[in-house]
């Protein structure tokens, strides 16, 4: 099965992560917001952290539904070994942002 026809597991259920990314959205529109109005560079650099963290947490949560449903069924069906060397490129990928 290629990777087009496989259901991913988030797709049952969007809602907690479109409101992780509408969250994520606020914030983005906030720090615009207080670079606009002129905030202390500390107050927005701390603000960008947390947007950054966020992200990375949906990151985490999309990546966790991957293994567990593409990367687990490719495994079962077909070895695996393709879908195990994407998962790590994508994982050093994360790791050397």
């Known amino acids: 099965m290629d990777a087009a026809a496989r259901q991913h597991r988030y797709a049952d259920d969007k809602a907690p992560l479109l409101a992780r990314l509408k969250k994520i959205e606020g914030q983005a529109k906030g720090i615009q917001e207080m670079v606009t109005s002129g905030r202390y560079c500390i107050d927005i650099v701390q603000q960008l952290r947390a947007l950054s963290a966020a992200a990375d947490e949906v990151a985490l ?37």
């Open 61 to 97: 949560l999309v990546l966790e539904s991957h293994i567990e449903g593409c990367v687990a069924d490719a495994i079962r069906e077909e070895g695996g070994e393709e879908h195990i060397r994407e998962l790590m490129r994508t994982i050093r990928k994360a790791i050397r942002r």
